[in-house]
């Protein structure tokens, strides 16, 4: 690794508005994208002076602001980790686990002194004239301005708003007595203990929140409006079990392990393409084994979708938890939808009454495109919706930035890394071309190309795109002018990349 104490320090300016800091390049967020980010730039690029801007009080992004009881990963650790940092617990980890594992890579590669927590950015300023970004933005703690320059802008901020979750408004809400409490923002001082405790939503936070809680609840009860899928498992790798009983190397175990369990993805995503009805069963089936014969009847209509597995994500369900709590009567699960609101609890439109001292809306996130910054190029407001994206990370009209959007049917964090590779090298391949703008644009054989949004819901189709698509850049019909969400092409697509394709503009 270079060493990173000789990189060129931020230039300083003094301005009529403060202290401005440049930097070659600024990251915005310092969650799983943003470190890895970070790791990549001191050892791909080595030399270049960047900073890690971080809205909140320290790193982690998700793993910091969700503290709702059992929050964990809803993916493995081998592909969600990072594939330089062997991981080496169970596959499904608790927020704890992976934040101690990113602060392993701050550390082992002297990335905190990159980051300032508690500087949230306002806007972003492109300007053609002096090729740069301008960031204004805040320090939350004491509220002075502050401001950054940047030749180039990398956007690790994630895509939903951290400080507050998606509730629907039904009918009623102010005449529950009870406390009603979104996941995103858990109360500290909520006491569930011999409470009554209804949990609205079927993804991956109510499957963790309910095993958490149930053991303490009078009972949980899981209302959701339609079934989804899960993929009930022991909470463990066999493969990665057999290799460190032989006492092979954990950098070959995590490479081994991340093979295979990506080849398995890949099997298990073509086959619920080509033959969905049994990919249904198979997850069923899953899903009876842990709720036990006295059970059978809780699976349709309560586990069992209307759509093609994978239109949504599925959630990892470690050592079934959730159905074994439901198996033991500390949980059930009650599929039909609100009427009202009532003083003791939810009137469902079938009539029946859940009764609750506390409901729990796990109804899901705002989607937020580039971190609810006010962008603007050469002085005129930028809307994203208005631009055309370049495999999901590079947008038309918008010079020198990247934004890093994962995947939906693998982890996250394989595309941070795939795009972490193609900053890099962007970087180089500017500095070799002498040059210190670059964009994309739609080249002549584009132009008649039919723009689409983002994603094809009948694709995927979660809430928070749903609601928010209008927001997001559009897609071309031609796999370089969209997010194809295809890991196991983009692996070999990404490192050959023609950077020198008409595609892209330098300046």
Not at 31 to 40: D, K, M, Q, W
Not at 314 to 339: C, H, N, W, Y
């Amino acid at each position: 690794m270079p060493d990173t104490t000789t990189l060129p320090q931020a230039k300083a300016d003094k301005t009529a508005a403060g202290r401005t800091e440049h930097f070659d390049v600024v990251i915005v967020g310092a969650g799983i994208s943003g470190i890895g980010g970070a790791y990549h730039l001191t050892t791909q690029s080595p030399g270049r002076s960047f900073v890690v801007l971080e809205s909140q009080e320290s790193f982690g992004g998700t793993w910091l602001t969700h503290k709702y009881p059992g929050i964990r990963s809803d993916s493995d650790l081998y592909t969600f980790g990072y594939r330089f940092k062997p991981w080496t617990g169970k596959p499904i980890a608790t927020a704890d686990e992976i934040r101690t594992y990113m602060n392993e890579v701050i550390e082992d590669n002297d990335l905190a002194r990159h980051i300032r927590y508690r500087h949230k950015i306002v806007s972003a300023s492109w300007s053609s004239r002096d090729n740069l970004w301008t960031l204004e933005g805040v320090r939350t703690d004491t509220g002075e301005a502050v401001r950054f320059t940047a030749n180039f802008l990398w956007m690790c901020q994630g895509y939903y708003r951290h400080d507050e979750g998606y509730t629907p408004e039904w009918p009623g809400m102010e005449s529950f007595k009870g406390r009603i409490v979104h996941p995103q923002t858990w109360p500290e001082d909520l006491d569930y203990s011999g409470k009554k405790v209804v949990v609205i939503g079927s993804g991956a936070t109510a499957a963790t929140v309910i095993p958490a809680i149930a053991e303490k609840c009078e009972h949980v009860t899981m209302l959701q409006r339609s079934p989804t899928y899960f993929i009930p498992a022991r909470n463990a790798n066999d493969l990665a079990d057999t290799l460190r009983q032989l006492e092979v190397d954990e950098t070959w175990i995590h490479e081994i392990v991340r093979r295979k369990i990506l080849h398995d993805q890949a099997v298990f995503t073509k086959r619920s393409f080509e033959e969905p009805e049994q990919v249904k069963k198979d997850l069923l089936a899953g899903v009876r084994a842990y709720l036990g014969p006295d059970h059978d009847h809780n699976v349709d209509p309560h586990f069992l979708p209307s759509y093609r597995p994978w239109r949504q994500r599925i959630a990892f369900v470690p050592d079934g938890d959730l159905f074994r709590a439901v198996r033991a009567g500390k949980a059930s699960v009650v599929t039909d939808e609100i009427d009202t609101f009532v003083e003791n609890g939810i009137r469902l439109k079938s009539g029946q009454v859940l009764e609750a001292d506390i409901i729990v809306t796990a109804t899901g996130f705002h989607l937020s495109v580039m971190g609810d910054i006010a962008f603007a190029v050469d002085g005129k407001p930028l809307d994203f919706a208005n631009t055309v994206t370049y495999r999901g990370m590079m947008f038309t009209g918008v010079p020198n930035m990247v934004w890093v959007f994962g995947y939906f049917r693998a982890s996250w964090t394989l595309r941070a890394d795939l795009v972490a590779d193609f900053v890099c090298r962007l970087l180089g391949h500017m500095q070799k071309k002498g040059v210190r703008k670059v964009g994309v644009a739609l080249r002549p054989e584009d132009k008649d190309m039919k723009l689409l949004p983002w994603i094809d819901p009948e694709n995927f189709n979660p809430g928070y795109l749903m609601r928010g698509m209008h927001l997001l850049p559009k897609r071309g019909e031609k796999p370089e002018w969209q997010h194809t969400q295809d890991y196991w092409g983009e692996k070999n697509v990404f490192p050959a990349i023609d950077l020198d394709d008409p595609a892209f503009v330098y300046g």
